[in-house]
């Protein structure tokens, strides 16, 4: 295996990226840097995230840009804000031994006249977020006439989130002598679609087999029924005491509602989710770099970009809808070779959907038990011993308050001391757990009593879908949260581009095309909801429709009416 310096990079560089830590290039920066330094040819990178690609597009880039002109030379798009920021702090570390460089992050949620006011200043590289990026644009406040490089990263999360107009735009204002450098860990087909209209005979380089998974993740599974999920994820964390660790839900209302319980019944857990101020996200996701917070409880959306070393577990509340998002979600932990486990908690339901993506990753899905009370209790007991062992003593100040200490406790033997001290935090589990049910599901089939179960009733059509940045998540949000419908009653949901169809329980039909009247648009459309024959029966002349004001993305929550007055609420 080569060397950073074998690569072809300046001796600053390589002295960067040591001083980081980095000693030999991961297999995607092997294989990229050399052709990426050429600086002449668009180049398309597939690896799984947490493989390297910053390094494998950035070093480069870094060698290429000319530090001493003020002229904006390459432009870096991210999906999020959280990756952009790490894209532009792992940039500026790869300079720390190399060249000054003036690298600008624009992205949402913070200061546009700042961003503005940097960019002006002579920004060589800037990394933005799509939807600043636009605004900026839209203001005359950038010129990117001089790009000479376009790293699109997480190419397929960009096109995921709705972002394709956006592109399309931003790539319109670049020159067409520019080199697209295009990193993904998958290759659907809207990321074709960008090779095929922007990209000139580009280099292709696979790392691994397309859409297989990072062979240093564990892939678990647990089978229990909805109800019990919050019961099994205390389970899992409390047999886990070491765990540092990052869960997974749907909505942002799930995602609040998981931490405020895991927060309350003593658990070192925050939120993260778009609901949040970008000082609110700031201050969580620092104090989890920092690895005083144990507990990240996130949405898709949100937890998209965040590179957190040593994240040693990945749970999924829910089965995410499309492959790709389980992928980036397990790729969060076993970064740069390290070990991780995910660990998805589904009911019986879902298994067909487990024994999918196990074919698809090609890895293999491993069930797991919930652990028992008494596993839990040992467990715990034998991490508190763990620390007792390892703990740091000072002797010289502790020294003089041990023989009070001592007389305290000089009626007591060792096996007496041991037991005693072992109860103080063994006693909470022991009661908390005592007579604990067994929440793991058997394997026969499932069945209605399961509370898991699958829905078929009236099927609707619904004129949003993924051209709305919409994906099944915020889809179903948002037909809750208008309707009334709970979650459980809707089932089988099908997103195309510009519609969807969904299916509800018949009993709530008639419930949710009446809360569907109304008028409040949705990004300047007028939501239309049908129902429909089975398949392709056209839909029938009961209909309903609602404006939504807002055009929020994934993870949503749309706050539906049910009132006259607050019918008239504009959003």
């Known amino acids: 295996m080569k060397s950073f310096e074998a690569l072809g990079l300046s001796k600053g560089l390589v002295e960067s990226v040591q001083q980081i830590g980095f000693e030999i290039p991961t297999p995607i ?111 005359k406040a950038i010129n990117l006439s001089t790009i000479q490089y376009v790293v699109l990263d997480e190419a397929d999360e960009m096109l995921n989130m709705g972002f394709k107009e956006d592109l399309d735009k931003i790539l319109s204002f670049t020159p067409d002598t520019k ?62 005491p070491e765990i540092f660790g990052l869960i997974f839900c749907r909505t942002r209302i799930d995602t609040q509602r998981i931490a405020e319980m895991l927060m309350k019944d003593g658990y070192n857990a925050d939120a993260l989710h778009g609901d949040l101020t970008q000082q609110q996200r700031d201050r969580v996701m620092l104090k989890f770099r920092n690895r005083s917070l144990q507990i990240l409880v996130a949405t898709d959306v949100a937890a998209r970009g965040i590179d957190v070393e040593d994240i040693s577990h990945v749970i999924h509340m829910n089965m995410p809808d499309e492959m790709e998002f389980y992928t980036h979600r397990s790729g969060r932990t076993a970064r740069a070779g390290k070990k991780g486990i995910s660990i998805a908690m589904i009911s019986r339901r879902e298994l067909g959907r487990v024994k999918q993506l196990e074919k698809t990753l090609k890895s293999p899905f491993k069930r797991m038990m919930v652990p028992t009370g008494p596993q839990v209790c040992q467990k715990q007991l034998i991490a508190l011993m763990h620390k007792v062992r390892e703990v740091k003593v000072n002797e010289e100040e502790i020294g003089e308050f041990l023989p009070a200490v001592y007389e305290e406790l000089k009626d007591l033997t060792k096996q007496e001391l041991i037991k005693r001290f072992a109860s103080i935090e063994f006693n909470r589990f022991l009661d908390y757990y005592r007579n604990a049910p067994d929440l793991n599901l058997d394997d026969r089939k499932a069945s209605d009593s399961d509370g898991d179960r699958y829905v078929t009733g009236s099927r609707f059509f619904i004129n949003l879908g993924k051209m709305d940045g919409l994906d099944a998540g915020s889809m179903l949000s948002f037909i809750e949260d208008v309707s009334g419908v709970n979650r459980k009653s809707i089932g089988k949901m099908e997103l195309k581009g510009a519609y969807s169809f969904f299916e509800v329980e018949k009993d709530k039909a008639d419930l949710l095309l009446s809360e569907f009247k109304g008028g409040v648009e949705f990004k300047g459309r007028q939501v239309r909801v049908e129902m429909t024959e089975r398949r392709n029966s056209g839909p029938r002349k009961e209909s309903s429709s609602r404006d939504f004001k807002r055009g929020r993305t994934s993870g949503s929550t749309f706050k539906g009416s049910k009132t006259t007055e607050q019918k008239r609420r504009r959003y």
């Open 179 to 240: 080199s697209t450098w295009l990193f993904s860990a998958t290759m659907p087909r809207e990321v074709k679609s960008i090779m095929k209209n922007y990209m000139s005979d580009p280099y292709e380089l696979t790392v691994g087999e397309q859409n297989t998974g990072n062979v240093n993740i564990e892939h678990h599974y647990v089978m229990v029924q909805e109800k019990d999920k919050y019961l099994a994820l205390k389970r899992i964390l409390d047999d886990n």
């Open 29 to 139: 920066q092997e294989k990229a840097i050399p052709i990426l330094l050429k600086g002449n040819r668009d180049f398309v990178g597939l690896a799984q995230t947490g493989t390297g690609k910053t390094a494998a597009f950035g070093l480069p880039l870094l060698e290429l840009i000319d530090a001493d002109s003020r002229n904006t030379q390459a432009l870096v798009l991210a999906p999020t804000r959280e990756l952009g920021l790490q894209i532009t702090s792992d940039l500026e570390n790869f300079t720390e031994k190399f060249k000054p460089f003036n690298i600008v992050a624009v992205y949402g949620g913070s200061s546009i006249s700042e961003q503005i006011r940097k960019v002006k200043r002579g920004a060589q590289i800037i990394v933005a977020t799509p939807g600043r990026l636009i605004d900026l644009i839209d203001r």
